[in-house]
């Protein structure tokens, strides 16, 4: 089994940064790769940013230039620098690991962006 844990959310203003971080334990070797997605209420869950094996990068369209996701050495943890936040950002942010054993979520930390 893989456990992860969030942390890093909270209330920003407009135009404000947080940097939400992912750290995993258990089972996580042979990652295929770590994702931040979101879900904003009576909204479906969405893909914010992937980081595959390699140097594979991918972005929501809605966050390129202001959204970074990366990874420590190590790979058993991920980070999501937010920037220039907007209202529309606001949701519950969840961490996700894909690896031979399966595909794992965190519990998720809450994101309001709001003056």
């Known amino acids: 089994q893989v456990q992860l844990v969030e942390s890093g959310g909270g209330l920003v203003e407009p135009g404000g940064s947080l940097r939400l971080s992912c750290t995993t334990s258990?089972?996580?070797?042979?990652?295929?790769?770590m994702s931040w997605y979101r879900q904003a209420p009576d909204k479906q869950r969405e893909l914010v940013a992937l980081?595959?094996?390699?140097?594979?990068?991918e972005y929501a369209d809605s966050v390129k230039g202001r959204f970074t996701i990366s990874r420590n050495k190590a790979g058993n943890a991920v980070y999501l620098q937010m920037n220039d936040l907007k209202p529309e950002d606001t949701a519950i942010y969840y961490c996700n690991l894909v690896n031979p054993w399966g595909n794992f979520w965190g519990q998720g930390t809450q994101v309001t962006v709001s003056p």
């Open positions: 258990g089972r996580i070797s042979g990652v295929y790769g």
């Open positions: 980081i595959g094996s390699g140097t594979r990068l």
